[in-house]
């Protein structure tokens, strides 16, 4: 077996369903799930419609790069979203989700035969797929902090000169999970600087992109670098999904953009990898992408939902509308001091609600975990549920005596 799978952490869930057992939950409540970050809203008819119409491309096998009317979908796209013009044939690629994805550009872009070690860097907090990747390729994670203060910003600036120089890949997360922060022009100028001097590629994950609350969209990175003249896009991979955007997480459907001499690459390890995108996905995925009527109504659900939840919330736990994504990162109440676990334990068995504790995204750094003392929320499911969590959780915090 592999050794370096010895390294891989439980995943945030399991340890979840550890924490929880041998805990029988209140009965006077129906269960609630704030805990997985699942779209939960309808998949629209007519993706469904795409897929089943397309069933004939089960009998051809698919190109790992995908057919060209699947590629200009991405780039029709990007047009739309971000304004930009990118080449169908040499800068986008289809893929599975963005997880396997995210996990397959780092055992692409890392050359774990350099000494030093190489470093891969993620926020911390994080998705875990970022450590896994990193481990797997035999490079080091590096795990840079959020600062609360600066809108949950990562510190790039507290990271060692010495550090950049062992790093080869950097992942980005804007909209981030679990803080929901978007990245400003200053941090990417700032980060692509950083990337020209020391030869790093940056993986920036935007999953959450089409999820927000003001009237101005997130900022993507493609876009950051074309506003600061790299229409090249040196260096750097964009990577979006339609799971959270078209409410088809079980489609696995995503592509990425950006660099196309690491496209180039990528597209060579594909396709030894085995992971051309189904024709059948592919067909519903050119639906979904050339629709934005979906996208605005699945995010107009978000905004009430939020608007409902958020008021409700912010009194006891201190939580405020995020930039993006579907999460609220909320700090636990001064009683619990600072126990993220003890307090989504005591919630699940007393109103049967389940969160997860902030400290299950994170890694201890010098003996802090920036995400102990929060818990995290998926407000993923309808906002009568969503709303009833919410008035549980407050009474919960009210009700509760201490020992």
Not at 299 to 323: H, I, M, N, S, W
Not at 335 to 361: H, I, M
Request: hydrophobic share 40%; net charge neutral; glycine share 6%.
């Amino acid at each position: 077996m592999n050794p370096l799978l010895a390294k891989l952490q439980p995943y945030p869930f399991e340890r979840l369903r550890q924490l929880f057992a041998g805990v029988t939950p209140n009965p006077q409540y129906t269960p609630i799930s704030l805990g997985i970050g699942e779209p939960k809203h309808p998949t629209p008819d007519f993706i469904k419609e795409a897929l089943s119409s397309s069933l004939a491309a089960l009998a051809v096998y698919p190109a790992t790069a995908g057919d060209l009317k699947l590629r200009q979908s991405f780039t029709g796209w990007l047009q739309t979203r971000y304004g930009l013009s990118l080449d169908p044939a040499t800068q986008v690629l289809p893929v599975n989700g963005s997880r396997e994805a995210l996990f397959a550009l780092a055992q692409t872009v890392v050359d774990a035969s350099k000494s030093p070690t190489p470093v891969v860097m993620s926020p911390n907090p994080f998705y875990q797929i970022y450590e896994g990747a990193a481990f797997l390729t035999g490079a080091d994670p590096y795990y840079v902090p959020s600062v609360p203060s600066r809108n949950f910003a990562v510190d790039w600036d507290s990271v060692p000169d010495e550090v950049w120089a062992r790093t080869q890949l950097v992942f980005v997360c804007s909209p981030g999970n679990p803080t929901g922060a978007v990245m400003p022009l200053d941090e990417w100028k700032k980060l692509f600087a950083l990337s020209d001097r020391h030869g790093f590629v940056i993986a920036a994950d935007e999953c959450y992109s089409e999820i927000y609350f003001r009237d101005e969209p997130p900022l993507g990175g493609l876009e950051a670098a074309a506003k600061l003249g790299r229409s090249d896009f040196r260096n750097l991979i964009a990577l979006t999904s339609l799971s959270k955007r078209s409410n088809v997480p079980g489609l696995r459907s995503g592509f990425v953009a950006g660099d196309a001499a690491i496209i180039k690459s990528f597209l060579l390890y594909r396709t030894y990898h085995g992971s051309a995108m189904s024709g059948t996905v592919a067909a519903a995925s050119i639906a979904a992408w050339t629709d934005e009527k979906h996208v605005v109504e699945n995010r107009a659900q978000y905004r009430a939902k939020f608007a409902a939840v958020t008021p409700l919330l912010e009194p006891v736990l201190g939580v405020r509308l995020p930039d993006a994504s579907f999460y609220l990162w909320a700090g636990v109440p001064s009683s619990w001091q600072g126990d993220d676990q003890a307090f989504a334990r005591e919630l699940y068995a007393q109103y049967n609600v389940t969160v997860l504790p902030g400290s299950y995204l994170a890694r201890d750094v010098a003996g802090s975990n920036p995400g102990r003392g929060r818990i995290r929320m998926a407000l993923v499911a309808d906002t009568a549920e969503c709303t009833e969590a919410a008035q549980r959780i407050v009474q919960f915090i009210q009700n509760r005596v201490l020992p």
